[in-house]
Protein backbone atom coordinates (compact mmCIF):
# COMPACT_ATOMS: atom_id res chain seq x y z
CA UNK A 1 0.00 0.00 0.00
CA UNK A 2 2.80 1.74 0.97
CA UNK A 3 4.57 1.49 -2.17
CA UNK A 4 1.20 2.85 -4.09
CA UNK A 5 0.66 5.69 -2.25
CA UNK A 6 4.45 6.83 -3.51
CA UNK A 7 3.68 5.85 -6.79
CA UNK A 8 0.97 7.92 -7.22
CA UNK A 9 2.53 10.97 -5.06
CA UNK A 10 5.56 10.32 -7.57
CA UNK A 11 3.28 10.24 -10.81
CA UNK A 12 1.14 13.88 -9.58
CA UNK A 13 4.58 15.06 -9.05
CA UNK A 14 5.52 14.18 -12.68
CA UNK A 15 2.21 15.43 -14.15
CA UNK A 16 2.32 18.86 -12.13
CA UNK A 17 6.08 19.25 -13.34
CA UNK A 18 5.46 18.23 -16.96
CA UNK A 19 2.12 20.93 -16.74
CA UNK A 20 4.91 23.84 -14.99
CA UNK A 21 7.39 22.95 -18.19
CA UNK A 22 4.32 23.00 -21.01
CA UNK A 23 3.19 26.63 -18.91
CA UNK A 24 6.76 27.76 -19.25
CA UNK A 25 6.75 26.74 -22.92
CA UNK A 26 3.74 28.23 -23.56
CA UNK A 27 4.89 31.83 -21.99
CA UNK A 28 8.58 32.18 -23.36
CA UNK A 29 6.58 31.74 -26.41
CA UNK A 30 4.40 33.90 -25.91
CA UNK A 31 6.70 37.03 -24.39
CA UNK A 32 8.96 35.89 -27.58
CA UNK A 33 6.71 35.93 -30.28
CA UNK A 34 5.36 39.01 -31.40
CA UNK A 35 3.41 37.35 -34.33
CA UNK A 36 1.32 35.32 -31.96
CA UNK A 37 0.38 38.10 -29.65
CA UNK A 38 -0.71 40.34 -32.34
CA UNK A 39 -3.10 37.09 -33.91
CA UNK A 40 -4.30 36.34 -30.75
CA UNK A 41 -4.94 39.89 -29.54
CA UNK A 42 -7.03 40.49 -32.82
CA UNK A 43 -9.14 37.09 -32.30
CA UNK A 44 -9.81 37.91 -28.82
CA UNK A 45 -11.26 41.56 -29.96
CA UNK A 46 -12.76 40.00 -33.17
CA UNK A 47 -14.52 37.36 -31.13
CA UNK A 48 -16.22 39.76 -28.87
CA UNK A 49 -17.39 41.73 -31.89
CA UNK A 50 -18.59 38.70 -34.07
CA UNK A 51 -19.84 37.68 -30.26
CA UNK A 52 -22.02 41.44 -30.22
CA UNK A 53 -22.87 41.14 -33.72
CA UNK A 54 -24.49 37.51 -33.94
CA UNK A 55 -26.37 38.29 -30.53
CA UNK A 56 -27.56 41.23 -31.79
CA UNK A 57 -28.75 40.11 -35.07
CA UNK A 58 -29.96 37.29 -33.39
CA UNK A 59 -32.32 39.46 -31.12
CA UNK A 60 -33.63 41.28 -34.10
CA UNK A 61 -34.69 38.36 -36.34
CA UNK A 62 -36.16 36.25 -33.06
CA UNK A 63 -37.94 39.73 -32.10
CA UNK A 64 -38.96 40.31 -35.96
CA UNK A 65 -40.34 36.79 -36.26
CA UNK A 66 -42.20 36.15 -33.26
CA UNK A 67 -43.71 40.06 -33.48
CA UNK A 68 -44.84 39.30 -37.06
CA UNK A 69 -46.31 35.75 -35.82
CA UNK A 70 -48.01 37.24 -32.81
CA UNK A 71 -49.70 39.94 -35.20
CA UNK A 72 -50.88 37.42 -37.46
CA UNK A 73 -52.16 35.12 -34.54
CA UNK A 74 -54.11 38.18 -32.79
CA UNK A 75 -55.53 38.85 -36.05
CA UNK A 76 -56.56 34.99 -36.57
CA UNK A 77 -57.61 34.80 -33.41
CA UNK A 78 -60.08 37.74 -33.78
CA UNK A 79 -61.66 36.19 -36.70
CA UNK A 80 -61.61 33.24 -34.71
CA UNK A 81 -64.10 34.58 -32.08
CA UNK A 82 -66.36 35.81 -34.53
CA UNK A 83 -66.65 31.91 -35.72
CA UNK A 84 -66.99 31.18 -32.61
CA UNK A 85 -69.90 33.49 -31.06
CA UNK A 86 -71.92 32.91 -34.60
CA UNK A 87 -72.00 29.05 -33.64
CA UNK A 88 -72.11 29.56 -29.88
CA UNK A 89 -75.82 31.88 -30.76
CA UNK A 90 -76.65 29.04 -33.50
CA UNK A 91 -76.80 26.29 -30.53
CA UNK A 92 -80.18 26.33 -28.15
CA UNK A 93 -79.90 27.76 -24.42
CA UNK A 94 -80.67 24.26 -23.52
CA UNK A 95 -77.57 22.11 -24.85
CA UNK A 96 -75.33 20.88 -22.25
CA UNK A 97 -72.59 23.97 -22.03
CA UNK A 98 -70.04 21.11 -22.77
CA UNK A 99 -71.79 20.31 -26.47
CA UNK A 100 -71.99 23.54 -27.42
CA UNK A 101 -68.47 24.03 -26.38
CA UNK A 102 -67.71 21.57 -28.44
CA UNK A 103 -69.32 22.23 -30.91
CA UNK A 104 -67.56 25.80 -31.66
CA UNK A 105 -64.49 23.91 -31.17
CA UNK A 106 -65.22 21.78 -34.36
CA UNK A 107 -66.48 24.60 -36.34
CA UNK A 108 -63.01 26.12 -35.81
CA UNK A 109 -61.28 23.26 -36.58
CA UNK A 110 -63.15 21.56 -38.87
CA UNK A 111 -60.88 22.28 -41.66
CA UNK A 112 -58.42 19.60 -40.15
CA UNK A 113 -59.34 16.35 -39.45
CA UNK A 114 -56.35 15.87 -36.38
CA UNK A 115 -57.93 18.51 -33.99
CA UNK A 116 -55.91 21.81 -35.63
CA UNK A 117 -56.36 24.01 -38.86
CA UNK A 118 -54.24 26.66 -40.55
CA UNK A 119 -54.27 30.00 -41.21
CA UNK A 120 -52.33 33.70 -41.67
CA UNK A 121 -50.73 33.01 -38.25
CA UNK A 122 -50.07 28.96 -39.38
CA UNK A 123 -51.76 26.03 -37.51
CA UNK A 124 -53.15 26.16 -33.92
CA UNK A 125 -55.38 24.65 -31.51
CA UNK A 126 -58.56 26.03 -30.20
CA UNK A 127 -59.69 25.88 -26.39
CA UNK A 128 -63.26 27.24 -25.27
CA UNK A 129 -63.26 27.70 -21.56
CA UNK A 130 -66.63 28.83 -19.39
CA UNK A 131 -64.55 30.95 -16.81
CA UNK A 132 -67.78 32.08 -15.03
CA UNK A 133 -66.87 32.90 -10.95
CA UNK A 134 -70.87 31.71 -9.91
CA UNK A 135 -69.62 28.57 -11.33
CA UNK A 136 -68.10 25.73 -9.25
CA UNK A 137 -64.78 24.12 -10.33
CA UNK A 138 -66.24 21.15 -10.69
CA UNK A 139 -68.74 22.45 -13.45
CA UNK A 140 -66.17 24.59 -15.41
CA UNK A 141 -66.63 23.38 -18.85
CA UNK A 142 -64.58 23.61 -21.72
CA UNK A 143 -63.20 22.30 -24.81
CA UNK A 144 -60.22 21.47 -26.51
CA UNK A 145 -56.49 21.10 -24.62
CA UNK A 146 -57.42 22.76 -21.72
CA UNK A 147 -54.74 21.60 -19.55
CA UNK A 148 -51.83 23.26 -22.10
CA UNK A 149 -53.29 26.57 -21.26
CA UNK A 150 -51.07 28.23 -18.43
CA UNK A 151 -52.61 29.37 -15.04
CA UNK A 152 -51.26 32.94 -15.11
CA UNK A 153 -52.63 33.72 -18.98
CA UNK A 154 -56.32 32.75 -17.69
CA UNK A 155 -55.76 34.65 -14.30
CA UNK A 156 -54.42 38.03 -16.68
CA UNK A 157 -57.37 37.28 -18.84
CA UNK A 158 -60.04 36.73 -16.70
CA UNK A 159 -59.06 40.43 -14.58
CA UNK A 160 -58.51 41.90 -18.27
CA UNK A 161 -61.89 40.85 -19.68
CA UNK A 162 -62.05 43.41 -22.76
CA UNK A 163 -58.14 43.17 -23.82
CA UNK A 164 -56.69 40.27 -25.58
CA UNK A 165 -53.24 38.44 -24.16
CA UNK A 166 -50.46 36.84 -25.64
CA UNK A 167 -47.81 34.58 -23.64
CA UNK A 168 -45.18 32.32 -25.36
CA UNK A 169 -45.71 29.13 -22.97
CA UNK A 170 -43.51 25.68 -23.20
CA UNK A 171 -45.43 22.44 -21.97
CA UNK A 172 -44.90 19.17 -22.23
CA UNK A 173 -46.83 16.50 -24.23
CA UNK A 174 -46.88 13.47 -25.51
CA UNK A 175 -43.09 13.17 -23.29
CA UNK A 176 -42.10 16.12 -25.57
CA UNK A 177 -41.77 19.89 -24.94
CA UNK A 178 -43.58 21.99 -27.22
CA UNK A 179 -43.67 25.89 -27.19
CA UNK A 180 -46.99 27.77 -28.21
CA UNK A 181 -47.65 31.06 -28.95
CA UNK A 182 -51.49 31.28 -26.90
CA UNK A 183 -53.70 34.18 -27.32
CA UNK A 184 -56.36 34.70 -25.10
CA UNK A 185 -59.69 36.85 -25.82
CA UNK A 186 -63.21 37.34 -24.16
CA UNK A 187 -66.33 35.20 -26.30
CA UNK A 188 -69.15 37.76 -25.98
CA UNK A 189 -72.41 35.27 -25.91
CA UNK A 190 -75.53 35.46 -23.43
CA UNK A 191 -75.64 32.58 -21.97
CA UNK A 192 -72.27 32.81 -20.22
CA UNK A 193 -68.56 34.06 -19.61
CA UNK A 194 -66.91 32.55 -22.04
CA UNK A 195 -62.92 32.90 -23.05
CA UNK A 196 -61.13 31.73 -26.43
CA UNK A 197 -57.90 30.34 -26.17
CA UNK A 198 -55.58 29.92 -29.66
CA UNK A 199 -52.52 27.51 -29.16
CA UNK A 200 -50.23 28.41 -32.14
CA UNK A 201 -47.39 26.32 -32.30
CA UNK A 202 -44.17 27.95 -32.66
CA UNK A 203 -42.41 24.80 -33.97
CA UNK A 204 -41.43 26.42 -37.77
CA UNK A 205 -40.24 29.63 -35.70
CA UNK A 206 -38.12 27.60 -33.59
CA UNK A 207 -36.38 25.84 -36.64
CA UNK A 208 -35.69 29.32 -38.39
CA UNK A 209 -34.02 30.37 -35.29
CA UNK A 210 -31.75 27.44 -34.84
CA UNK A 211 -30.95 28.00 -38.67
CA UNK A 212 -29.88 31.30 -38.40
CA UNK A 213 -28.10 30.57 -34.93
CA UNK A 214 -26.18 27.84 -36.99
CA UNK A 215 -25.28 30.35 -39.61
CA UNK A 216 -24.45 33.06 -37.61
CA UNK A 217 -22.27 30.68 -35.50
CA UNK A 218 -20.82 28.60 -38.30
CA UNK A 219 -19.95 32.54 -40.26
CA UNK A 220 -18.58 33.66 -37.31
CA UNK A 221 -16.11 30.63 -37.17
CA UNK A 222 -15.21 31.22 -40.72
CA UNK A 223 -14.78 34.95 -39.91
CA UNK A 224 -12.54 34.35 -37.12
CA UNK A 225 -10.63 32.00 -39.33
CA UNK A 226 -10.60 34.43 -42.06
CA UNK A 227 -9.19 36.66 -39.53
CA UNK A 228 -6.57 35.26 -38.05
CA UNK A 229 -5.19 34.11 -41.73
CA UNK A 230 -5.25 37.78 -42.95
CA UNK A 231 -3.61 39.02 -39.35
CA UNK A 232 -0.94 36.27 -39.36
CA UNK A 233 -0.41 36.98 -43.25
CA UNK A 234 0.22 41.03 -42.39
CA UNK A 235 1.75 40.48 -39.41
CA UNK A 236 3.80 38.01 -40.58
CA UNK A 237 5.03 40.64 -43.58
CA UNK A 238 6.11 43.01 -40.79
CA UNK A 239 7.64 40.31 -38.09
CA UNK A 240 9.56 38.87 -40.82
CA UNK A 241 11.93 41.37 -41.93
CA UNK A 242 12.34 42.81 -38.35
CA UNK A 243 13.52 38.52 -37.54
CA UNK A 244 15.71 39.26 -40.11
CA UNK A 245 17.17 42.20 -38.91
CA UNK A 246 17.38 40.81 -35.73
CA UNK A 247 19.49 37.83 -36.62
CA UNK A 248 21.84 40.37 -38.66
CA UNK A 249 22.53 42.39 -35.58
CA UNK A 250 22.80 39.07 -33.42
CA UNK A 251 25.30 37.72 -36.55
CA UNK A 252 27.12 41.27 -36.73
CA UNK A 253 27.39 41.41 -32.56
CA UNK A 254 28.61 38.04 -32.79
CA UNK A 255 31.80 39.14 -34.65
CA UNK A 256 30.46 38.52 -38.49
CA UNK A 257 31.37 42.03 -38.69
CA UNK A 258 30.61 41.51 -42.91
CA UNK A 259 26.88 40.60 -42.26
CA UNK A 260 24.29 42.45 -44.12
CA UNK A 261 20.31 43.03 -45.19
CA UNK A 262 19.01 42.52 -47.78
CA UNK A 263 17.28 45.74 -49.37
CA UNK A 264 14.30 44.32 -51.10
CA UNK A 265 11.93 47.21 -52.75
CA UNK A 266 11.14 51.05 -51.62
CA UNK A 267 9.17 50.83 -48.45
CA UNK A 268 9.48 51.58 -45.06
CA UNK A 269 11.64 47.76 -44.31
CA UNK A 270 13.54 48.79 -47.42
CA UNK A 271 14.95 51.89 -45.73
CA UNK A 272 14.74 50.51 -42.68
CA UNK A 273 17.59 47.68 -44.02
CA UNK A 274 19.45 50.44 -46.28
CA UNK A 275 19.93 52.48 -42.65
CA UNK A 276 20.62 49.04 -40.95
CA UNK A 277 23.33 48.09 -43.87
CA UNK A 278 25.32 51.30 -43.48
CA UNK A 279 25.00 51.51 -39.73
CA UNK A 280 27.20 48.15 -39.75
CA UNK A 281 29.14 49.60 -42.61
CA UNK A 282 30.13 52.63 -40.08
CA UNK A 283 31.00 50.14 -37.31
CA UNK A 284 32.75 47.71 -39.12
CA UNK A 285 35.01 50.52 -40.20
CA UNK A 286 35.67 52.25 -36.75
CA UNK A 287 36.21 48.67 -35.36
CA UNK A 288 38.58 47.49 -38.02
CA UNK A 289 40.37 50.95 -37.32
CA UNK A 290 40.56 50.23 -33.55
CA UNK A 291 41.92 46.88 -34.39
CA UNK A 292 44.53 47.69 -36.70
CA UNK A 293 45.21 50.65 -33.70
CA UNK A 294 45.17 48.10 -30.88
CA UNK A 295 47.17 45.83 -32.57
CA UNK A 296 49.85 48.37 -33.74
CA UNK A 297 49.94 49.59 -29.71
CA UNK A 298 50.11 46.25 -28.60
CA UNK A 299 53.10 45.44 -30.89
CA UNK A 300 54.69 48.65 -29.97
CA UNK A 301 54.60 47.53 -26.22
CA UNK A 302 55.76 44.56 -26.73
CA UNK A 303 58.51 45.88 -29.15
CA UNK A 304 59.55 48.33 -26.54
CA UNK A 305 59.39 46.07 -23.36
CA UNK A 306 61.65 43.53 -25.43
CA UNK A 307 64.14 46.40 -26.81
CA UNK A 308 64.77 47.57 -23.15
CA UNK A 309 65.27 43.94 -21.97
CA UNK A 310 69.16 44.51 -23.25
CA UNK A 311 69.95 47.95 -22.29
CA UNK A 312 68.36 47.33 -18.82
CA UNK A 313 70.25 44.36 -18.10
CA UNK A 314 73.34 46.19 -19.08
CA UNK A 315 72.35 48.97 -16.47
CA UNK A 316 71.76 46.55 -13.27
CA UNK A 317 74.82 44.97 -13.96
CA UNK A 318 76.84 48.13 -13.41
CA UNK A 319 74.11 49.16 -11.18
CA UNK A 320 74.85 46.05 -9.20
CA UNK A 321 78.52 46.74 -8.86
CA UNK A 322 78.67 50.28 -7.71
CA UNK A 323 75.98 49.34 -5.40
CA UNK A 324 78.23 46.88 -4.05
CA UNK A 325 80.55 48.91 -3.59
CA UNK A 326 78.56 51.86 -1.85
CA UNK A 327 80.80 51.55 1.23
CA UNK A 328 83.69 52.98 -0.62
CA UNK A 329 81.64 56.55 -1.93
CA UNK A 330 80.74 59.02 -0.66
CA UNK A 331 77.50 59.95 1.57
CA UNK A 332 75.93 61.18 -1.21
CA UNK A 333 77.20 59.29 -3.67
CA UNK A 334 76.54 55.96 -2.25
CA UNK A 335 72.58 57.01 -1.75
CA UNK A 336 72.35 57.96 -5.14
CA UNK A 337 73.45 54.41 -6.06
CA UNK A 338 70.79 52.90 -3.82
CA UNK A 339 68.09 55.35 -5.30
CA UNK A 340 69.85 53.86 -9.31
CA UNK A 341 68.83 50.42 -7.64
CA UNK A 342 65.44 51.27 -6.21
CA UNK A 343 64.31 52.58 -9.86
CA UNK A 344 65.88 49.84 -11.77
CA UNK A 345 63.83 47.43 -9.53
CA UNK A 346 60.76 49.55 -10.58
CA UNK A 347 61.97 49.55 -14.01
CA UNK A 348 62.04 45.76 -13.73
CA UNK A 349 58.53 45.26 -12.72
CA UNK A 350 56.99 47.67 -14.97
CA UNK A 351 58.95 45.88 -17.91
CA UNK A 352 57.49 42.88 -16.46
CA UNK A 353 54.08 43.43 -16.48
CA UNK A 354 53.92 45.17 -19.70
CA UNK A 355 55.40 42.19 -21.73
CA UNK A 356 52.73 40.18 -19.31
CA UNK A 357 49.67 42.12 -20.36
CA UNK A 358 51.04 42.16 -24.15
CA UNK A 359 51.23 38.42 -24.12
CA UNK A 360 47.70 38.34 -22.48
CA UNK A 361 46.62 40.76 -25.04
CA UNK A 362 47.80 38.36 -28.14
CA UNK A 363 46.12 35.27 -26.08
CA UNK A 364 49.24 33.34 -25.60
CA UNK A 365 48.86 32.91 -22.35
CA UNK A 366 47.96 29.25 -21.27
CA UNK A 367 46.70 28.21 -17.73
CA UNK A 368 48.50 25.07 -16.48
CA UNK A 369 46.36 24.54 -13.71
CA UNK A 370 46.61 21.78 -11.03
CA UNK A 371 44.92 21.35 -7.44
CA UNK A 372 45.92 23.58 -5.13
CA UNK A 373 44.77 24.18 -1.74
CA UNK A 374 44.20 28.21 -1.84
CA UNK A 375 44.82 28.46 1.89
CA UNK A 376 48.75 27.84 1.11
CA UNK A 377 48.12 30.33 -1.58
CA UNK A 378 46.81 33.32 0.60
CA UNK A 379 49.73 33.19 3.37
CA UNK A 380 52.32 33.26 0.50
CA UNK A 381 50.65 36.46 -0.66
CA UNK A 382 49.80 38.02 3.25
CA UNK A 383 53.61 37.30 3.50
CA UNK A 384 55.48 38.93 0.39
CA UNK A 385 53.22 42.24 1.64
CA UNK A 386 53.86 41.77 5.32
CA UNK A 387 56.92 44.54 5.03
CA UNK A 388 54.98 46.56 3.06
CA UNK A 389 51.78 46.58 5.64
CA UNK A 390 54.29 46.70 8.51
CA UNK A 391 55.38 50.28 6.66
CA UNK A 392 52.27 51.46 5.91
CA UNK A 393 51.35 50.60 9.62
CA UNK A 394 48.29 48.22 8.89
CA UNK A 395 47.42 44.95 9.99
CA UNK A 396 46.23 42.31 7.69
CA UNK A 397 43.63 40.35 9.34
CA UNK A 398 42.98 36.38 8.16
CA UNK A 399 39.70 34.72 7.70
CA UNK A 400 40.50 31.19 6.36
CA UNK A 401 38.39 28.06 6.04
CA UNK A 402 39.65 25.82 8.52
CA UNK A 403 39.25 22.53 5.97
CA UNK A 404 41.10 22.30 2.67
CA UNK A 405 39.95 24.81 0.02
CA UNK A 406 41.30 22.96 -2.89
CA UNK A 407 40.73 24.41 -5.86
CA UNK A 408 42.41 23.65 -9.79
CA UNK A 409 44.02 26.55 -10.34
CA UNK A 410 47.26 28.12 -11.37
CA UNK A 411 48.57 28.91 -7.74
CA UNK A 412 51.15 31.51 -9.48
CA UNK A 413 48.89 33.67 -11.20
CA UNK A 414 45.82 33.34 -7.98
CA UNK A 415 49.18 34.73 -5.63
CA UNK A 416 50.14 37.42 -8.13
CA UNK A 417 46.82 38.25 -8.10
CA UNK A 418 45.90 38.26 -4.11
CA UNK A 419 49.48 40.19 -3.74
CA UNK A 420 48.08 43.39 -5.72
CA UNK A 421 44.53 42.75 -4.30
CA UNK A 422 46.55 43.22 -0.66
CA UNK A 423 48.99 45.76 -1.97
CA UNK A 424 46.23 47.76 -3.72
CA UNK A 425 44.41 47.81 -0.14
CA UNK A 426 47.57 48.34 1.90
CA UNK A 427 48.29 51.33 -0.58
CA UNK A 428 44.37 52.74 0.40
CA UNK A 429 43.47 51.77 3.43
CA UNK A 430 45.36 54.64 5.53
CA UNK A 431 47.13 52.73 8.11
CA UNK A 432 43.92 50.65 9.08
CA UNK A 433 43.39 47.17 9.34
CA UNK A 434 43.31 45.51 5.75
CA UNK A 435 40.83 41.65 5.90
CA UNK A 436 41.92 38.68 3.48
CA UNK A 437 38.60 36.30 3.80
CA UNK A 438 37.93 33.35 1.95
CA UNK A 439 34.91 31.25 1.53
CA UNK A 440 34.94 27.71 -0.06
CA UNK A 441 31.34 26.41 -1.33
CA UNK A 442 29.59 24.29 -3.58
CA UNK A 443 31.64 24.64 -7.30
CA UNK A 444 33.05 28.28 -6.25
CA UNK A 445 35.91 29.46 -4.07
CA UNK A 446 35.71 33.08 -2.98
CA UNK A 447 38.33 35.61 -1.37
CA UNK A 448 37.85 39.41 -0.43
CA UNK A 449 40.06 41.96 0.64
CA UNK A 450 38.77 44.54 2.55
CA UNK A 451 40.14 48.12 3.43
CA UNK A 452 38.67 50.93 5.28
CA UNK A 453 40.54 53.65 4.12
CA UNK A 454 39.36 56.68 1.55
CA UNK A 455 36.79 53.79 -0.49
CA UNK A 456 35.74 54.34 -3.61
CA UNK A 457 33.70 57.24 -5.50
CA UNK A 458 30.25 56.72 -7.51
CA UNK A 459 31.77 55.33 -11.16
CA UNK A 460 35.00 54.49 -9.75
CA UNK A 461 34.31 50.76 -8.87
CA UNK A 462 33.90 50.31 -13.30
CA UNK A 463 37.36 52.01 -13.80
CA UNK A 464 39.58 50.80 -10.77
CA UNK A 465 40.85 47.47 -13.65
CA UNK A 466 41.68 50.30 -16.31
CA UNK A 467 46.03 50.14 -17.32
CA UNK A 468 47.37 53.49 -15.46
CA UNK A 469 44.06 54.82 -13.63
CA UNK A 470 44.21 56.07 -9.94
CA UNK A 471 41.68 57.18 -8.08
CA UNK A 472 44.11 60.33 -6.68
CA UNK A 473 47.08 60.93 -8.77
CA UNK A 474 48.03 63.26 -5.69
CA UNK A 475 48.12 61.06 -3.38
CA UNK A 476 51.25 59.68 -1.91
CA UNK A 477 51.80 55.64 -2.29
CA UNK A 478 53.01 53.16 -0.65
CA UNK A 479 53.74 50.15 -2.71
CA UNK A 480 55.28 51.88 -5.97
CA UNK A 481 53.01 50.49 -8.17
CA UNK A 482 53.02 49.93 -11.90
CA UNK A 483 49.24 50.75 -12.29
CA UNK A 484 48.87 47.76 -14.42
CA UNK A 485 48.61 45.25 -11.40
CA UNK A 486 44.51 45.07 -10.72
CA UNK A 487 44.13 44.56 -14.74
CA UNK A 488 46.67 42.04 -14.92
CA UNK A 489 44.74 40.58 -11.91
CA UNK A 490 41.39 40.91 -13.95
CA UNK A 491 42.83 38.91 -16.81
CA UNK A 492 43.85 36.23 -14.66
CA UNK A 493 40.78 35.81 -13.60
CA UNK A 494 39.39 35.47 -16.46
CA UNK A 495 41.38 32.75 -17.98
CA UNK A 496 40.76 30.84 -14.73
CA UNK A 497 36.56 31.18 -15.93
CA UNK A 498 36.18 33.25 -12.82
CA UNK A 499 35.38 36.88 -12.19
CA UNK A 500 36.67 40.04 -10.47
CA UNK A 501 34.42 42.64 -8.85
CA UNK A 502 34.73 45.95 -6.79
CA UNK A 503 32.76 47.85 -4.42
CA UNK A 504 33.49 51.18 -2.54
CA UNK A 505 32.13 54.03 -0.60
CA UNK A 506 33.88 57.25 0.37
CA UNK A 507 34.84 56.90 3.84
CA UNK A 508 33.48 53.46 3.54
CA UNK A 509 36.88 51.77 2.20
CA UNK A 510 36.46 49.24 -0.66
CA UNK A 511 36.42 45.96 -1.31
CA UNK A 512 37.73 43.43 -3.97
CA UNK A 513 36.08 39.96 -4.50
CA UNK A 514 37.69 37.18 -6.77
CA UNK A 515 35.55 33.73 -7.21
CA UNK A 516 36.84 30.83 -9.14
CA UNK A 517 35.73 27.74 -9.94
CA UNK A 518 36.73 25.07 -8.06
CA UNK A 519 37.33 22.75 -11.13
CA UNK A 520 38.00 24.32 -14.76
CA UNK A 521 35.25 24.11 -17.19
CA UNK A 522 32.67 23.34 -14.73
CA UNK A 523 30.96 26.84 -14.45
CA UNK A 524 29.51 28.09 -11.19
CA UNK A 525 25.90 30.21 -10.44
CA UNK A 526 26.95 32.62 -7.53
CA UNK A 527 29.40 33.92 -5.59
CA UNK A 528 30.12 32.35 -2.16
CA UNK A 529 30.68 35.94 -0.53
CA UNK A 530 28.48 38.56 -1.02
CA UNK A 531 29.08 42.44 -2.28
CA UNK A 532 28.35 44.84 -1.25
CA UNK A 533 30.35 43.14 1.81
CA UNK A 534 28.22 42.10 5.21
CA UNK A 535 29.57 45.16 7.14
CA UNK A 536 28.92 47.99 4.82
CA UNK A 537 26.47 50.36 6.39
CA UNK A 538 23.84 51.49 4.51
CA UNK A 539 24.33 54.39 1.95
CA UNK A 540 22.69 57.38 2.52
CA UNK A 541 22.37 58.15 -1.24
CA UNK A 542 21.56 55.73 -4.31
CA UNK A 543 25.04 54.01 -5.44
CA UNK A 544 25.59 52.12 -8.35
CA UNK A 545 25.57 48.10 -7.88
CA UNK A 546 28.84 46.60 -8.18
CA UNK A 547 29.08 45.43 -11.47
CA UNK A 548 32.36 43.20 -12.86
CA UNK A 549 34.24 45.01 -15.45
CA UNK A 550 33.40 44.66 -19.14
CA UNK A 551 35.94 43.83 -21.29
CA UNK A 552 35.68 46.80 -22.80
CA UNK A 553 36.22 48.83 -20.03
CA UNK A 554 39.54 49.08 -20.70
CA UNK A 555 41.46 49.74 -23.64
Not at 87 to 101: H, K, M, N, Y
Not at 166 to 184: A, F, K
Not at 310 to 320: E, G, N
Not at 510 to 515: D, H, N, Q
Amino acid sequence: MTSLWRWLLGAARGVLAAGRRRSGAYSDLWRRSLQLRVVVSTLALGSAVIFVLGMVLQNQITERLLGTKEEAAIAQTRNAVQIAERELAGTRDSDPIRDRLNSAVNKLTSSSPDQSAAGPAGAFEPVLVNDAPYISPSDVKFAGPYENVPQSLRDFVLSSPNRTVSQIYTVERNGERTTYLIVGVPVATTSAALRLYMLYPLAAEQRTIGVVQSTLVVGGLVLLLLLAGITNLVTRQVVLPVRRAARAAERFADGELGERMVVAGEDDVARLAESYNEMAASIERQIRQLEDFGQLQRRFTSDVSHELRTPLTTVRMAADVLHASRAQFPAGLARSTELLVDELDRFESLLGDLLEISRLDAGVEELVAEYTDLRAVARRAVESVRVIARNAGSEIVLDLPEEDATAEVESRRVERILRNLLANAIDHGEGKPVELTMVFEGNAVAVTVRDHGVGLRTGEADLVFNRFWRADPSRNRHTGGTGLGLAISLEDARLHGGGLDAWGEPGEGACFRLTLPVEQGVEYEDSPLPLPPADARPMTQPAPLPLSVPEEAYP
